[in-house]
């Protein structure tokens, strides 16, 4: 009996592969940054506030964090975080999203709008093409692979996550996990909860397929307009989207190619008159859109009774505001916070140089992985964590009984910023950047290289192809 061995070589690529692949980040820059990758660093904060958010969220817990989520001085209550402005930094994770909304449409659209430009249709096709092949994939493998991992650890290590349902066995765990993703990754299925019962926090995943759809159809439509009918197409179908459907996540998404069609003429010096008009006013403009953006951005989201809005200190007179075809009123608020925010960035110098920083770049990096994880790990390790340090609620006094108040630090000082909410950081904030790391090496990257492959195999080019 012959005994297996492996080439010395492929065992030492092997090893290679492994130890880059589990290697602590770095977080050098790039060379030469890309035009557009301000957006990159803003997406990647924006990641960064729905982690912090959402930790805000669990840790004082489901009675409490409705002062993070009301506005200042609403039914007497009067708490630093709930500040105008200042709230963005504690529950600005609504406000984030609508930013990834805005910055996908804007991202999306970029070579689709220079080929239009050009007049490059043929090769506006062929990129269209290839872009909804490629869509569904790209942002379903990593989800995908992340929940299956997270679902399996409930059984394979028995861990206790307070948000979960478990099967009695992995094997109707499986089952129902796989019906679930399979409906839920769907987007033309009727009726069913919005939700992902393994991960929640993904209800985003499948309206960005649909805002992709919604721009590559849109470029598709408009590709042979016009530059002034385009414009007013775009504009018209923004239109719809907020004021006679409820369609503002959508909107969200056409705002930001719209945003991107408008850089593209300015470069060319092509803008509309009117537009071109404002250039010498534009730094009080765009500074004021900012103000304006992080004031909308901070809307309560405490309730969707647009009573409770007007009652709030600040907004009685922007309650008004809302159109009658949204329902729930903080998107309306969120579309014009994430529109002015994209706009002003690039036009505000200090503002575009942070979100270009080598943290913010690689924040952007990480940012689809870090929204994927940040959920689960804060599920199981941070729960008990803030568990041990004083923050356990009912259902943790019964289930992780063994860690409430382990290591007890104080919960006195400005509400969330108290030091036992602080301190479990030092140890959550670099774990979850490290498992989005290691996610973004075994999971995202592969979800944009795999695709790519697989749609140069099927063209039959006669072109030799490899696997990534």
């Known amino acids: 009996m012959t005994a297996l061995t492996i080439p010395s070589s492929t065992a030492s690529t092997l090893v290679n592969r492994l130890s880059n692949m589990f290697a602590m980040p770095s977080f050098d820059a790039p060379e030469k940054l890309r035009p557009t990758a301000y957006l990159d660093g803003l997406r990647g904060f924006a990641a960064f506030l729905v982690y912090w958010h959402h930790h805000e969220l669990w840790s004082h817990g489901l009675v409490r964090d409705a002062i993070f989520e009301q506005g200042y001085g ?13 709230r963005n930094f504690f529950g600005g994770g609504h406000y984030a999203v609508a930013t990834f909304f805005v910055i996908s449409g804007y991202v999306l659209s970029v070579k689709p709008m220079r080929l239009i430009h050009a007049g490059e249709q043929e090769k506006l096709a062929d990129n269209l093409a290839s872009a ?20 399996t650890s409930w059984h394979a290590f028995g861990i206790w996550v307070d948000s979960a349902k478990p099967q009695s066995n992995y094997h109707d765990e499986f089952w129902w996990w796989y019906a679930e993703v399979k ?3 769907f987007i033309y299925h009727l009726g069913g909860e919005p939700w992902l019962s393994y991960n929640f926090h993904l209800w ?3 309206v960005e397929f649909k805002g992709s759809m919604v721009i590559y159809t849109s470029l598709l ?11 007013w197409c775009q504009v018209a179908l923004i239109f719809y989207f907020v004021y006679i459907v409820d369609g503002t996540h959508y909107a969200l998404f056409s705002a930001g190619m719209l945003l991107n069609d408008l850089d593209l003429l300015a470069v060319k010096d092509d803008l509309p008159s009117f537009l071109a008009q404002l250039e010498p006013y534009s730094k009080h403009l765009f500074y004021s859109l900012f103000v304006v953006s992080f004031y909308l951005g901070g809307v309560p989201v405490h309730t969707k009774d647009i009573n409770d809005l ?3 200190p600040g907004w009685y007179y922007l309650s008004f505001l809302k159109p009658q075809a949204v329902y729930d009123y903080k998107w309306f608020y969120l579309f014009w916070a994430g529109v002015f925010l994209v706009a002003s960035v690039p036009r505000i110098p200090w503002l575009k140089r942070f979100f270009e920083t080598h943290f913010c770049q690689y924040l952007g990096r990480i940012s689809f992985a870090l929204y994927l994880v940040h959920g689960p790990i804060l599920w199981t390790i941070g729960d008990r964590i803030y568990t041990a340090v004083g923050w356990a609620r009912e259902p943790q006094l019964t289930m992780l009984a063994n860690w409430v108040n382990k290591f007890p630090l104080p919960v006195a000082g400005p509400f969330g910023l108290e030091m036992a909410f602080l301190l479990p950081h030092i140890i959550l904030l ?8 290691i996610s973004t090496r ?8 795999f695709p790519n492959w697989l749609y140069k195999q099927v063209l039959g080019s006669g072109q030799s192809t490899r696997l990534p």
């Open 183 to 185: 409906n839920f990754s």
């Open 442 to 449: 075994l999971f995202d990257e592969p979800s944009v290289t």
């Open 310 to 312: 007007a009652k709030t």
């Open 132 to 151: 909804l092949f490629r869509r569904w994939l790209r942002l379903f493998m990593p989800l995908i692979a992340t929940t299956f991992l997270f679902m």
């Open 221 to 231: 439509a408009f590709s042979r307009c016009t530059r002034k009918a385009r414009l």
């Open 430 to 437: 670099p774990l979850t950047l490290y498992v989005a790391e």
């Open 74 to 86: 609403f039914d007497g209550q009067h708490y630093f975080s709930a500040l105008p402005f200042v």
């Open 204 to 206: 985003s995943i499948p």
